[in-house]
C-alpha cells in the first residue's frame, strides 16, 4: 500500500483542509504532531522553504500548502471529486479559494485585533468580502453545490474559528440577518459528519486563541 | 470551443504578459483590450466586481480572472502545447512555484520600486532571499522551470526576465548579479531567446519611462499622506 504522512499540528486550521480532503476520500495515511516551536528535522528537510505544516508526504515525495495539497489529492485519488469537471466552474473554484486565503482571513482576523475606530473600519472591509462570498452561496446547500468540495474546505475555518474569535472578544461578524446563506452554510458545513469528526477540542482552541488575540491585540494597539 | 476569446490588459502588465505569452503559445487567436486603468471599461468592473483588474479573459462570455487561474483554465480548455506537466507530482511542484512568484518573490520585487527608505532596503533584503531560493531549488539541472521547453512556471518568472530589470535601473539597486545567481542569469537569456517570448515583451525603453513616472507619483503621494 502506497505510504501517505500528514504532519500537522492539533489547531491548524489548513492542517485540517488536507484531514478532511484525506477523509472525505476515505484514504487512510499516518499522522505525525508538530509542535512548532521545536520543529522536527523532517518537516525541515520536507519543506525547507515555507518549514510550515500542512506536509503530506506521498511516497517519500513532500507536497506543501494546503491548497495545493487539495489540488495533488484530488488529481491522485479520483473517487469523491473536491473540483468540478467543468474548466469554467475549476477556475471559479480556484478563484474564490484564492480570495478566501488572500483577502477574507486576513480581513477577518484584524476586527478582533483592532481597536475602536481601526475596528469599525476592519468590520466594514470584512463585511464586504464576506458579502461576496454570501453572493457565490446563492442558495446552494455548499459552495460546491449539494455536496461539500474545494471551496468548502477553503472556507472550512469560519465555520469554527469565526465563533471563537467572536465569543472571545464579544462582536458578532456573521449575523444571520446580514448573512443568511453563510449563517446557513456554517451550520451544514460543521455538522457534516466526516468534518465534525475532524473539529479539535473547542476549550483548547478557546484557551489557544484567547492567548493569540491578546498577543497579536497589544501589538496593535496605540503605543 | 469555437467561441470567441477576449483578453482585457494592459501593454506593461506582467501579469497581462502571462495569458498572451500562453495563448500565442498554444496558437489560440483572440482580441486584445487595452485597458486604461485610470479609466476602466464598464466591460472590465462587469467582468470582475471583486478586483476591478486585469487582467481579465473572456471566453464564450464567462469571464475568468487573476492570471494564473486563467492560464490553468487555458491550459484545460486547449490542452496543445502543454504548459503543465501531467504526472500529479510534477504538477504540485509547478504550483508551487506558482505559488511562490505570486505571494513572495512578485511583491517582494514590486515593494523595492513602490517605497524608500528603510522600508524599501527590507524589501531589497526579501527579493534577495527569494532569488536565493528560487537559484538553490528551482532551476537544478534545468534550462527553463519546464525542463526542456518553457512551461507555466516560467511564465509565472516572466517579471523576473524583464521588469526586475527595469526596476533595478530605476531604484539604482542591482538585484540580480549574474555571479550570485549564475543559473537565473542562464534562465533569463534562454527565456528571452524563444521566439513567442522575444516577440511579446514589452518596449523595455517605453516601461522605463512609464515605471519612472509612476514611481515618481507613488513617493510624491506617500509623503504628502
Redesign the interface.
Known amino acids: 500500500m502506497a505510504e501517505l504522512k500528514l504532519f500537522r499540528t492539533w489547531s491548524s486550521p489548513f492542517a485540517l483542509r488536507v484531514v478532511w480532503a484525506l477523509n472525505l476520500k476515505g484514504i487512510q495515511y499516518d499522522t505525525i504532531f508538530e509542535d512548532l516551536s521545536n520543529k522536527s528535522s523532517l518537516l525541515l528537510q520536507y519543506n525547507p522553504i515555507y518549514k510550515k505544516v500542512p506536509v503530506l508526504v506521498h511516497n517519500g515525495k513532500p507536497l506543501v500548502e494546503s491548497l495545493l495539497i487539495l489540488e495533488y489529492i484530488d488529481e491522485t485519488w479520483k473517487q469523491t471529486p473536491l473540483l468540478p469537471e467543468d474548466p469554467s466552474e475549476r477556475a471559479t473554484a480556484r478563484f474564490w479559494a484564492k480570495f478566501g486565503d488572500d483577502k477574507v482571513m486576513l480581513s477577518v482576523w484584524n476586527v478582533f485585533i483592532k481597536q475602536g475606530k481601526d475596528q469599525e473600519e476592519a468590520i466594514v472591509t470584512a463585511q464586504e468580502n464576506l458579502g461576496f462570498i454570501e453572493r457565490q452561496l446563492s442558495g446552494k446547500k455548499f459552495f460546491n453545490g449539494e455536496t461539500i468540495g474545494f471551496v468548502d474546505l477553503a472556507f472550512g475555518w469560519l465555520a469554527n474559528l469565526l465563533s471563537i474569535w467572536e465569543e472571545i472578544c464579544g462582536v458578532t461578524l456573521i449575523d444571520h440577518e446580514k448573512f443568511p446563506m453563510l449563517s446557513e452554510w456554517i451550520q451544514n458545513f460543521a455538522g457534516a459528519p466526516i468534518i465534525k469528526e475532524s473539529w479539535p477540542p473547542r476549550d483548547k482552541l478557546i484557551t489557544k486563541n484567547q492567548a493569540l488575540l491578546e498577543v497579536y491585540t497589544s501589538k496593535e494597539a496605540p503605543k | 470551443m469555437g467561441e470567441e476569446v477576449k483578453l482585457h490588459g494592459t501593454w506593461a502588465s506582467p501579469f497581462s504578459c502571462r495569458v498572451i505569452w500562453a495563448l500565442k503559445l498554444k496558437g489560440i487567436p483572440y482580441e486584445y483590450i487595452e485597458e486604461d486603468l485610470s479609466n476602466k471599461s464598464s466591460q472590465l468592473l462587469q467582468h470582475n466586481p471583486?478586483h476591478k483588474k486585469i487582467p481579465v479573459l473572456v471566453?464564450g462570455g464567462?469571464a475568468?480572472?487573476?492570471s494564473m487561474?486563467?492560464l490553468?483554465?487555458v491550459e484545460?480548455?486547449w490542452p496543445q502545447n502543454p504548459l503543465l506537466p501531467t504526472h500529479?507530482?510534477e504538477?504540485?511542484d509547478a504550483?508551487?512555484w506558482i505559488?511562490?512568484a505570486e505571494e513572495k518573490q512578485g511583491p517582494a520585487m514590486w515593494t523595492v520600486y513602490r517605497t524608500s527608505g528603510e522600508e524599501q532596503e527590507k524589501a531589497v533584503k526579501d527579493t534577495l532571499e527569494m532569488l536565493r531560493?528560487i537559484e538553490a531549488?528551482g532551476l537544478v539541472d534545468k534550462k527553463y522551470f519546464g525542463g526542456d521547453k518553457i512551461g507555466i512556471v516560467d511564465i509565472a518568472f516572466g517579471q523576473i526576465a524583464q521588469w526586475l530589470g527595469v526596476i533595478e535601473d530605476i531604484v539604482g539597486v542591482k538585484l540580480l548579479e549574474a555571479h550570485k545567481f549564475p543559473r537565473l542569469h542562464a534562465w533569463i537569456k534562454n527565456f528571452k531567446e524563444v521566439p513567442i517570448i522575444k516577440e511579446n515583451l514589452p518596449d523595455r525603453d517605453e516601461m522605463m519611462v512609464l515605471f519612472k513616472h509612476f514611481r515618481e507619483m507613488l513617493l510624491t503621494s506617500s509623503r504628502d499622506s
Open positions: 471583486v471566453h464567462k475568468t480572472c487573476e487561474i486563467i490553468e483554465y484545460e480548455m500529479p507530482c504538477r504540485a504550483r508551487f505559488k511562490f531560493a531549488h
